[in-house]
């Protein structure tokens, strides 16, 4: 099995984590349940001090699929309006379910179905000891890192 991380930061979109999520409700979660080879697929979101991100997690079957061209089903890329600013593939090593209160991931589960869900969380600023090079993300410009 293989994995595919793709993410947006969506600095330079009109769209906004919160806003994305009735693409999820409305449409990607039904859409990607049909997707041959597709053993899952975990959307996520991040928004905070530098900025906000969308991505997913795919679980693909076969490297040629984790790899390849997106899914028929896609439409984020005309969502958000440009392609992802970040793609990373991966080989899964080995894998195993905890003991949780969500016993399978599965379709209908998320904040962008609970209808009560909050703001998207919001993350703190990293710690990044003084002296660290590290490159910052902004909606309006280069900064610092915080002090």
Same mark, same amino acid.
């Given at each position: 099995?293989?994995?595919?991380?793709?993410?947006?930061?969506?600095?330079? *979109?009109?769209?906004?984590?919160?806003?994305?999520?009735?693409? +999820?409700? $409305?449409?990607?979660?039904?859409?990607?349940?049909?997707?041959?080879?597709?053993?899952?697929?975990?959307?996520?979101?991040? #928004?905070?001090?530098?900025?906000?991100?969308?991505? /997913?997690?795919?679980?693909?079957?076969?490297?040629?699929?984790?790899?390849?061209?997106?899914?028929?089903?896609?439409?984020?890329?005309? +969502?958000? !309006?440009?392609?992802?600013?970040?793609? #990373?593939?991966?080989?899964?090593?080995?894998? #195993?379910?905890?003991?949780? /209160?969500?016993?399978?991931?599965?379709?209908? &589960?998320?904040?962008?179905?609970?209808?009560? *869900? =909050?703001?998207?969380?919001?993350? =703190? /600023?990293?710690?990044? =000891? =003084? !002296?660290?090079? &590290?490159?910052?993300?902004?909606? $309006?410009? /280069?900064? $610092?890192?915080?002090?």
């Amino acid at each position: 099995m293989f994995v595919s991380l793709v993410l947006w930061d969506l600095s330079l *979109s009109i769209q906004t984590v919160a806003s994305l999520r009735s693409h +999820l409700r $409305d449409y990607a979660v039904e859409a990607y349940s049909t997707v041959p080879g597709l053993h899952q697929k975990i959307w996520v979101a991040s #928004t905070g001090p530098e900025g906000e991100t969308w991505g /997913a997690l795919y679980l693909w079957d076969t490297w040629d699929l984790a790899y390849g061209r997106p899914p028929g089903v896609s439409k984020v890329v005309e +969502l958000i !309006g440009y392609p992802p600013t970040s793609r #990373t593939y991966f080989g899964v090593e080995a894998a #195993t379910g905890g003991l949780s /209160a969500v016993a399978v991931l599965a379709r209908g &589960v998320g904040l962008a179905y609970d209808p009560d *869900s =909050p703001p998207p969380p919001t993350r =703190p /600023a990293e710690y990044v =000891p =003084p !002296g660290t090079p &590290v490159i910052w993300r902004n909606r $309006d410009r /280069a900064a $610092d890192p915080p002090s």
